[in-house]
């Protein structure tokens, strides 16, 4: 039996496996337990192994590739039109082990352990930062059920947490101040947890050269560098700047047809939370537009002139990223170009 490609699907404890030979005939079809994987894989020969870009595919692509075979993740969305009728593991798998073979097929870039770990840290800190949200917009609403209204932010919040401390000024019967009291004591432990989270991004962030320089972009921070530097461990798979913008879901949905093209919303397909980093920190560079001696503020102002506000902040967002992706394939700083 001699395997040159073979489709996993993995989950959480079961693998279903599909092999084929060089002719194409199907060789192998065998469901697996998850101890048992590894085992089985190390006694094949170096093949094609295909697998489906999931939450768990990076531990085991750098696992079975240690085995000696050439591994390859592929997006889910590319591997469903090769699915035939029925939705099973055995069809997955014979569906992976068919879009893994395919010239044209764009596969996920192995990430590394570290990688994993920087982005561990923001989806951590965007949890917290979610929750710490909840709590502010929790403490408000309590308080405006007893006629006292505080305005929005962070700010005006910490400053109605510290008259609830400090006095009884507000008139709150004793048990909602109390509650109140938990609620700001959980609001001071996120802050405490993000700090130490920026702090180790901090860390990571003097010891990655792809990190210091996307940070020179405009509009991009310590935490947008970072997150880009570790989702893009390779960022040749993709063949320009456009594309990784496309990749981002930041240029407009196409629902063209008989030459005539028709192009809507931008897509919001990809990396989401990437998205959202470029989209703010293009928020800033809108505002610092009427002050920045730069092409690209000249280019800015212009389109300000013309265009909505929100409009021109995806565009600087579609710009930033396309900037990012030629910094790390050429491995440059970015220049500011005066304006004429």
């Not at 982005?119 to 710490?132: E, K, N």
């Not at 008259?163 to 101040?177: F, H, I, K, Y």
Request: hydrophobic share 45%.
């Amino acid at each position: 039996m001699t395997i040159t490609t073979l489709g996993i699907d993995i989950a959480k404890s079961v693998f279903q496996l599909h092999g084929v030979d060089a002719g194409g005939a199907v060789v192998l079809q065998k469901k697996l337990r998850r101890g048992a994987v590894l085992d089985c894989l190390a006694k094949l020969d170096p093949c094609l192994i295909g697998m489906e870009a999931c939450a768990t595919s990076h531990h085991w692509a750098r696992e079975i590739a240690a085995l000696g075979h050439d591994v390859r993740l592929i997006p889910p969305a590319y591997v469903k039109p090769y699915v035939k009728r029925q939705k099973n593991d055995a069809a997955d798998a014979e569906a992976i082990c068919e879009a893994v073979t395919r010239p044209n097929m764009r596969f996920v870039p192995v990430k590394t352990e570290e990688q994993q770990g920087v982005l561990v840290l923001h989806r951590s800190r965007d949890l917290l930062m979610r929750q710490r949200t909840m709590i502010l917009n929790a403490i408000r609403a309590h308080v405006a059920e007893f006629g006292t209204i505080a305005a929005q932010g962070p700010r005006k919040v910490g400053e109605l947490v510290g008259r609830l401390r400090e006095d009884d000024s507000l008139g709150l019967p004793e048990v909602a101040r109390s509650a109140l009291l938990a609620l700001a004591v959980q609001l001071d432990s996120l802050a405490t947890e993000v700090r130490n989270i920026e702090r180790q991004l901090m860390a990571w962030h003097r010891q990655s050269a792809a990190s210091q320089r996307l940070e020179t972009i405009p509009g991009v921070g310590l935490i947008t560098a970072t997150a880009l530097a570790a989702s893009v461990p390779d960022p040749t798979v993709f063949k320009s700047g456009r594309q990784f913008a496309a990749y981002l879901g930041l240029v407009p949905r196409q629902n063209s047809s008989g030459g005539k093209d028709r192009l809507g919303h931008i897509s919001k397909m990809g990396n989401g939370y990437l998205r959202r980093l470029l989209v703010v920190g293009a928020t800033s560079v809108t505002r610092r537009a009427p002050t920045t001696d730069t092409r690209t503020g000249a280019w800015v102002r212009s389109l300000l002139e013309r265009k909505p506000t929100r409009l021109v902040t995806v565009a600087i967002a579609n710009k930033t990223a396309r900037t990012a992706w030629a910094l790390l394939a050429k491995g440059q700083t970015y220049k500011a170009t005066p304006a004429i």
